[in-house]
C-alpha cells in the first residue's frame, strides 16, 4: 500500500490494535476505554504524558516499513494525536525515516543516504519509486512515487504521482512532472506545490495542471517550478559519459512545526517548514579512465553492477556562483545506477529530496544523441 492510502485510511489497521494492546499494559496511569459512541472523545481527551508515551514507544519500536504503518494509523486518529505523532517523529533530515507523504519533499539525512529503487516498465513508459529496506535488488521495498511519460509534439513529460494506478495531472495524487525540450537534454522540474510562503506558479501554458478554469481552490492550477537539469552537448562526439549540471531550489531545513499551509497527507505546515529555499548547483562528478579495463570508472561502493551510460554521481559545485565550476567530488549527493535490465537504484542525502531525485534520475532515460 503507497503512503497515501496509508495515511488517507481512517480505519484502524488490525496490526494498529494489536500494538495498542502490547503497549497499554505497560504505560502505566492508563484508562479503560469507554463505550463505543464515546470512543472518539476518549481518544483525543488522552492525557498528554500518556499519549507521547504511547506514540513513542511505538515509534522506536517500528523502524522500517511494513510495521511502520502503526505510526502512521497513530497520526490518522484524530487531529491532536496528529500533532504529537508529527513531534515525535521528527524530520528525514534528522532521523532518515519516510513516515508521511510530506516526507517526499524534505531534505533527505545528512550522514547516510537514502538508498532506493526505480523500477521500469518498457511497456507502458512508467517508473516506480521504492524505499529499499534490505540491501538485495530484487526485493522491490515500499513504494514510493511512480512517474509515467508522455511524448508530445515538441517535448516530453514525465507525470510523477503518489498512486502508481493514477498518473494524470488532475489526480489529488499528484506530486509535480518533469518536462524537456525537443533534443530531450534540457529538463524542467515542476511542483504541485509552492515551494515556500509567497511562490507564484510558473507562467505559459505547460506549466499550467489544467487547460480550463480551476475547478477548486484547494487544488493549485499551475505548477511551480523548483529545478532544472541540462545535459552539455558533445559535438566532437569525444569519448566520456555525459555531463550534466542541475540548478534546484533544495527544501530549506525546517526548523519548526505546526500550522499554515496544507500539504499532501493533510499535515499543515507553518512559516519556518515553508522558508525560502536554498539555491544548489549540482553536476555530475567526473570519471577515471582505467587503463586495464579500458573504460571510465565510478566508485559507486557496490550499489551499480552494470555499465550504462546513464550511470551518474552528482556533487555541489563549490562556488555555488559558478556552475561550472569545480565540483566537491569528497561528497556524493546523489547517485543513480544500473543492476538489472529495468532496475536502478538511487541513493541521495541532502539537501535534496526524494521527489527532486526522482525527477533528476528520470532524466537519465531516453537517447541522447547529442550528448553522447
Known amino acids: 500500500m503507497s503512503l497515501r492510502k496509508v495515511f488517507r485510511s481512517r480505519k484502524f489497521s488490525k496490526s494498529f490494535m494489536e500494538v495498542n494492546a502490547a503497549v497499554a499494559p505497560k504505560v502505566e496511569g492508563g484508562e479503560k476505554k469507554e463505550e463505543a459512541g464515546e470512543e472518539g472523545n476518549a481518544w483525543s481527551g488522552m492525557l498528554p504524558e500518556l499519549l507521547g508515551e504511547i506514540i513513542r514507544r511505538v515509534e522506536v519500536e517500528e523502524e522500517q516499513w511494513p510495521q511502520r504503518q502503526n505510526v502512521v494509523a497513530c497520526a490518522c486518529v484524530c487531529k491532536r494525536w496528529r500533532d504529537m505523532t508529527r513531534e515525535i517523529v521528527g524530520q528525514p533530515h534528522n532521523n532518515g525515516k519516510i513516515t508521511f507523504p510530506s516526507c517526499l519533499r524534505k531534505p533527505g539525512p545528512r ?6 529503487l526505480i523500477k ?15 540491501p538485495s535488488f530484487t526485493d ?29 495531472q488532475g489526480s489529488n495524487a499528484y506530486v509535480g512532472k518533469l518536462s524537456s525540450d525537443f533534443l530531450g537534454t534540457n529538463f524542467t522540474i515542476y511542483d504541485s506545490q509552492p515551494p515556500h510562503a509567497g511562490a507564484k506558479p510558473s507562467s505559459g501554458r505547460s506549466s499550467r495542471r489544467f487547460a480550463s478554469k480551476q475547478i477548486s481552490p ?37 526548523l519548526g512545526e505546526t500550522s499554515d499551509i496544507t500539504s499532501l497527507d493533510g499535515n499543515k505546515t507553518n512559516s519556518k517548514d515553508q522558508a525560502t529555499p536554498t539555491c544548489t548547483v549540482l553536476k555530475n562528478k567526473a570519471p577515471r579512465w582505467h587503463e586495464h579495463l579500458q573504460c571510465w570508472c565510478l566508485n559507486f561502493h557496490g550499489r551499480v553492477t552494470v555499465a550504462s551510460v546513464k550511470n551518474f554521481q552528482l ?39 526524494a521527489f527532486q531525485a526522482f525527477a533528476i534520475c528520470l532524466t537519465s532515460f531516453g537517447t541522447k544523441l547529442a550528448c553522447e
Open 111 to 116: 550522514e547516510l543516504p537514502n538508498q532506493c
Open 120 to 134: 521500469r516498465n518498457k511497456k507502458t513508459s512508467t517508473f516506480y519509486l521504492y524505499l529499499a529496506l534490505t
Open 140 to 168: 522491490k521495498g515500499k513504494f514510493l512515487l511512480a512517474a509515467r511519460r508522455y511524448r508530445f509534439g515538441t517535448h516530453t513529460e514525465y507525470i510523477i504521482s503518489l498512486d502508481a494506478e493514477d498518473l494524470s
Open 218 to 254: 484547494q487544488v493549485p492550477a499551475g505548477n511551480f517550478e523548483v529545478g532544472q537539469v541540462s545535459y552539455k552537448f558533445n559535438l566532437l562526439k569525444s569519448r566520456g559519459p555525459r555531463r550534466m549540471v542541475c540548478s534546484l531550489k533544495c527544501p530549506a531545513t525546517p
Open 315 to 353: 556533487v555541489a559545485t563549490v562556488d555555488q556562483s559558478q556552475p561550472g565550476g569545480k565540483g566537491d567530488e569528497d561528497t556524493v549527493l546523489l547517485q543513480f545506477g544500473k543492476v538489472g535490465d529495468d532496475t536502478f537504484t538511487m541513493d541521495y542525502r541532502q539537501p535534496l529530496s
